[in-house]
C-alpha cells in the first residue's frame, strides 16, 4: 500500500470553498522575497505559507491565493484563462471511492475524446474515455482481450492512440497502440532482446526534423512500478532493465535507450514540444513521490528537464539542461501547449511554466479545485491529488480521482495539426 494519506489531516470538515472561481494575482517576488518571519515546509503547497505579521499584503495576498481556482503570477496566465474563467465538474466516477480518473489523458482531437486510465489501487486498472461533446464517460472493449493489463500513460498520434500498460500476473508490461475508431489493439513494444519492459509509465511520439524522410520517433519512460510502494497486481518482475528514457523508431525497427539512470534516475512524465526540437522529461523519484524529506545525500529529486531533440537522426535527446523542480510532490503528467509553455501536474495543481525561461505563469489550484469540499466526502487519494490532465484543444481536462474537472481556456492551447506525421 501507499503511505498514509499525508493530505488527509487538512481535508477538516466544514464549509467547502471548492471551485470558486477566483482568481488572484500573486507578485512574482512574493515567490523569492517574502516579509519575515514566514513558514512552509515542501508537503504543504505555496499557499499554505503563514506569516508572523498578517496585516503585510503579501500575508493577505498568499491568503487570498489559498481560496482562489486561478494563481496568476504573469500576466500571460491570465490571457490563457481568460476574463471569466470556471471550473466545471465534467464527470464524477459511480462512487466516491471509485478511482477511475488518474493517469494518461489523452485528447483524440477527431474524436474530441479524452483518454485517461484508473488509479491501480485496487487493481485491475482500465481504460476509460470522457466523451467531450457530450461529458459522458465510458469504457472501450479493447479487442484482442487482455492486450491492456493496467494501463497507464498514453499520447494520441497518426490516428493511433499509443498506451503503456504496467502488465500483470501473467503479461508483462508493453507498449501498446489503439486505433480509436475500432479499438483494435496490436502491441507496439514489450522487450528488449528477450528482456521485458520493468513498467513503462509514459509515452509520447516526436516527428524527426532530420533531411531524412520524416519519422516517427516513440519515446516511453520506463522503471518498475512496484518499487513505487503499492503493491498492485501488476507485473511482479523481476525487473531486468535499467530505468531509462526508450526510443523506439519504426521506419528502421530500433530500439534504443536515449537516457539512462544517471541522467535521470526515475524517468517518469514525457512530453515533446509542437516543433518537435524539444523533449521533457521529469523524475519521480519515491523521496518525491512520497513527499519524504529531501534527502541530500542522493542526486534524485523531482526536477523537470528539457532535452534539445537533434543529432543526425534528428531525434536524439542531447544537452540536457534542468528547468525546473517541483515545489510540492513531483511533475507527474506533463504537455507542452503550441506557445512551448510546459504544463504540469504538479501537488500543488497544474502548473504552468515558460517552456524558454522555466518562470512559473501561474497554477491552476488544486487545494481550490480538487481538496476541501463537501461534495466528495471519501478521500481517495493517496499522497498527490491528482496525477495527470489532458489539454483539450482549447480546454484543460483535469483528472482528480473520482471527478474530472474542465477549464475553458481562452485560447486554443494545442492544434491538432501537431498530431500528424
Ligand atoms: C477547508 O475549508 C475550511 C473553511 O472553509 C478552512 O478552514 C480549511 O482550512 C480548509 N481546508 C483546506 C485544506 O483547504
Ligand atoms: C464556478 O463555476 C462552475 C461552472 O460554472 C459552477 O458550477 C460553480 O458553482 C462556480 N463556483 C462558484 C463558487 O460560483
Ligand atoms: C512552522 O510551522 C510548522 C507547522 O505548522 C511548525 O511545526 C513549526 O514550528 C513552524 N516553524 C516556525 C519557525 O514557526
Ligand atoms: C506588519 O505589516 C503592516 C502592513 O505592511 C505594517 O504596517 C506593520 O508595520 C508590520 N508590522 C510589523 C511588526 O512589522
Ligand atoms: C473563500 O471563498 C469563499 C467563496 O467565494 C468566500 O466565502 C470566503 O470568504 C473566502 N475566504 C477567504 C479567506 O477569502
Ligand atoms: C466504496 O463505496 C461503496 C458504496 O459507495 C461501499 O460499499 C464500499 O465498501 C466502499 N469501499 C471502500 C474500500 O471504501
Ligand atoms: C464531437 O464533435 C466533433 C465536432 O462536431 C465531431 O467531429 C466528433 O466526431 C464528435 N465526437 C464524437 C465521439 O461523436
Ligand atoms: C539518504 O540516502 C542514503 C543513500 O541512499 C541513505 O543511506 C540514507 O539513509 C538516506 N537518508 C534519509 C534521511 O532518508
Ligand atoms: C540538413 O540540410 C541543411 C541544408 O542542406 C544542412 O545545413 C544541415 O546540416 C542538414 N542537417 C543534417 C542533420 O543533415
Redesign the pocket.
Known amino acids: 500500500m501507499l503511505r498514509p494519506h499525508l493530505l488527509l489531516a487538512s481535508l477538516a470538515a466544514g464549509p467547502a470553498w471548492a471551485r470558486s472561481n477566483l482568481t488572484v494575482q500573486v507578485p512574482a517576488v512574493d515567490t523569492l522575497l517574502l516579509p519575515r518571519p514566514f513558514n512552509d515546509s515542501f508537503d504543504q503547497p505555496f499557499v499554505d505559507t503563514t506569516f508572523g505579521n498578517r496585516t503585510s499584503a503579501t500575508s493577505a495576498t498568499i491568503s487570498a491565493a489559498r481560496n482562489a481556482s486561478f494563481i496568476a503570477y504573469d500576466d500571460e496566465f491570465l490571457s490563457i484563462i481568460g476574463e471569466d474563467p470556471k471550473v466545471r465538474l465534467l464527470a464524477t466516477s459511480s ?4 478511482s477511475f480518473a488518474f493517469e494518461a489523458g489523452v485528447w483524440v482531437p477527431e474524436l474530441n475524446q479524452v483518454w485517461f486510465t484508473a488509479y491501480l489501487d485496487p487493481t485491475p486498472g482500465y481504460l476509460s474515455i470522457l466523451d467531450l461533446n457530450t461529458s459522458t464517460v465510458f469504457r472501450p472493449r479493447i479487442e484482442p482481450a487482455g492486450i491492456l493489463p493496467n494501463p497507464n500513460g498514453g499520447y494520441y498520434f497518426n490516428g493511433k492512440v499509443y498506451m503503456t500498460t504496467f502488465g500483470d500476473t501473467t503479461t508483462t508490461p508493453a507498449i501498446v497502440a489503439i486505433d480509436p475508431r475500432t479499438y483494435h489493439a496490436e502491441e507496439v513494444v514489450n522487450s528488449y532482446f528477450g528482456l521485458p519492459l520493468s513498467g513503462p509509465d509514459d509515452v509520447t511520439v516526436a516527428v524527426s526534423q532530420s533531411n531524412d524522410t520524416k519519422h516517427e520517433c516513440i519515446f516511453f519512460t520506463d522503471f518498475f512500478f512496484n518499487d513505487e510502494g503499492l503493491d498492485a497486481d501488476t507485473f511482479k518482475g523481476p525487473s531486468e532493465l535499467p530505468y531509462f528514457v526508450w526510443r523506439y523508431t519504426t521506419h528502421n525497427e530500433n530500439l534504443r535507450p536515449v537516457i539512462g539512470p544517471l541522467e535521470i534516475p526515475v524517468p517518469n512524465g514525457l512530453a515533446v514540444d509542437a516543433a518537435n526540437s524539444l523533449l521533457y522529461v521529469t523524475d519521480g523519484p519515491d523521496t518525491s513521490v512520497f513527499q519524504r524529506q529531501v534527502n541530500h545525500t542522493t542526486p534524485s529529486f523531482a526536477g523537470i528537464y528539457q532535452y534539445d531533440l537533434a543529432g543526425v537522426d534528428g531525434c536524439t535527446p542531447l544537452n540536457k539542461r534542468l528547468i525546473a523542480f517541483a515545489r510540492q510532490g513531483f511533475a507527474n503528467g506533463i504537455k507542452v501547449d503550441d506557445k512551448g509553455r510546459v504544463w504540469t501536474a504538479e501537488y500543488e495543481g497544474v502548473v504552468v511554466r515558460d517552456g524558454m525561461t522555466g518562470k512559473v505563469l501561474g497554477l491552476f489550484n488544486a487545494v481550490d479545485i480538487i481538496l476541501n469540499n463537501t461534495e466528495n466526502p ?1 478521500d481517495v487519494r493517496d499522497v498527490a491529488p491528482f496525477a495527470n490532465f489532458a489539454l483539450a484543444g482549447n480546454e484543460l481536462v483535469i483528472l482528480a480521482f473520482n471527478r474530472i474537472f474542465g477549464v475553458k481556456l481562452a485560447e486554443r492551447v494545442v492544434d491538432p495539426k501537431r498530431f500528424v506525421l
Open positions: 462512487s466516491p471511492n471509485i471519501v
